[in-house]
């Protein structure tokens, strides 16, 4: 289970706001913000902007992969894969090259991609929008 202390991006001043709330893993972050109301809530409550909880929700969302690295998360988020459903039907290829021109040194193999995708396949959509 995915701390939200390992998230990429995550400062002390988030942590402590979400810590404020109850919210200590990836796992509690999406359940609470899977809907619009929930990340409006989020945002009231832990003084984030909604920008920001929407990032780390997305992000949670993608932990949900098993071994998937939370930095891979992150990568993923910032190539446009924001959730399961849309990392279920990408290419294995075309992603491997977007996040290589994200990030060479720590972008995910072409092997460990196909493994996320064929997971997200199988996994519900849990965000709703």
Known sequence: MTQITEMKGMTPKRVTAFHAV???????LLE???TPLGRLKLAD???LG???I????HQADLCRICDIAPAHAHLLYHAG????P???YRRPEALHEALRAQSPRTAPSIDELQQYIAQAKRLQKVIRH
């Open 22 to 28: 109850g919210i200590h893993t990836a796992k509690q």
């Open 32 to 34: 609470v913000g899977a």
């Open 45 to 47: 409550e832990t003084c």
């Open 50 to 52: 909604l920008a920001e």
């Open 54 to 57: 929407e990032q780390y929700v």
């Open 81 to 84: 894969v924001t959730t399961i």
């Open 86 to 88: 849309k990392l279920a």
